[in-house]
């Protein structure tokens, strides 16, 4: 069973290697902006995720927590405001900066 999936992983390389070369060919620029796809790197859904779920707890759990320990309103405000805005707003920023960057991640 191991085999089979290192056979259809080589297969599927082979495959990717040839459609670069075949784009290469017709845009070289293209290539620069592709890279072969690795195991364990995380996808752009992925770093979307990570990187909303980050700033939400950076920018919005935290000064919310500090605020309300500390009395201090600005803070409370600062955090509220990130806490409802950074789960949607950071995902929807890097997928679009990643789409940029590299437009064949997923």
């Given at each position: 069973?191991?085999?089979?999936?290192?056979?259809?992983?080589?297969v599927a390389d082979d495959r990717f290697a040839a459609l670069v070369?075949?784009?290469?060919?017709?845009?070289?620029?293209?290539?620069?902006?592709?890279?072969?796809?690795?195991?364990?790197?995380?996808?752009?859904?992925?770093?979307?995720?990570?990187?909303?779920?980050?700033?939400?707890?950076?920018?919005?759990?935290?000064?919310?927590?500090?605020?309300?320990?500390?009395?201090?309103?600005?803070?409370?405000?600062?955090?509220?405001?990130?806490?409802?805005?950074?789960?949607?707003?950071?995902?929807?920023?890097?997928?679009?900066?990643?789409?940029?960057?590299?437009?064949?991640?997923?």
């Amino acid at each position: 069973m191991e085999q089979d999936d290192e056979i259809r992983r080589r297969v599927a390389d082979d495959r990717f290697a040839a459609l670069v070369r075949a784009l290469e060919q017709e845009d070289p620029r293209f290539v620069r902006r592709v890279s072969a796809p690795t195991r364990g790197r995380l996808s752009a859904g992925g770093l979307m995720v990570f990187g909303g779920l980050v700033a939400t707890v950076v920018l919005g759990a935290l000064p919310l927590v500090l605020g309300l320990h500390l009395g201090v309103p600005a803070l409370v405000v600062i955090g509220a405001v990130g806490c409802v805005a950074l789960p949607v707003g950071v995902p929807i920023l890097l997928g679009t900066v990643l789409r940029r960057m590299r437009p064949l991640l997923r």
